[in-house]
């Protein structure tokens, strides 16, 4: 079936950098157009936040603006495979990072994607934490 591994996450000291990947798999993702791939966070009592997307058809990108300057979204169309290279880490970063991936048909541009609602699939999270 459908599946979306994260992997890169860990405990990191502010200033430092952390890689994620996610690679989507499975029948689902074969037999499917990938729109684009994106990543939200949720950290310990908050609801889920919107961090970064990228389209599958065009280079599109948007960031929030909290990670803007110091997030870069990447992805390997062939692979089904998103990262997420995060620089200049702080404490306010530290959260479970989710991979999402869209499939539905429409898609216009990446800052038209920065809800949940606009994703149909989801990774396990990745916990990234810093601290000192």
């Known amino acids: 079936q459908a599946q979306l591994v994260e992997s890169g996450g860990g405990l990191v000291q502010p200033g430092g950098s952390l890689r994620l990947s996610c690679a989507a798999s499975?029948?689902?993702?074969?037999?499917?157009?990938?729109?684009?791939m994106g990543w939200f966070r949720r950290a310990p009592g908050k609801g889920q936040e919107f961090v970064a997307t990228m389209g599958w058809g065009d280079d599109s990108t948007s960031y929030a603006d909290s990670v803007k300057g110091r997030f870069t979204i990447s992805r390997d169309n062939a692979k089904n495979t998103v990262y997420l290279q995060m620089d200049n880490l702080q404490p306010e970063d530290t959260a479970v990072y989710y991979c999402a991936a869209r499939t539905r048909p429409t898609y216009y541009s990446a800052d038209d994607y920065r809800s949940q609602a606009d994703y149909d699939w989801w990774g396990q999270g990745t916990q990234v934490t810093v601290s000192s």
């Open positions: 499975g029948r689902t993702f074969s037999g499917r157009t990938m729109q684009c």
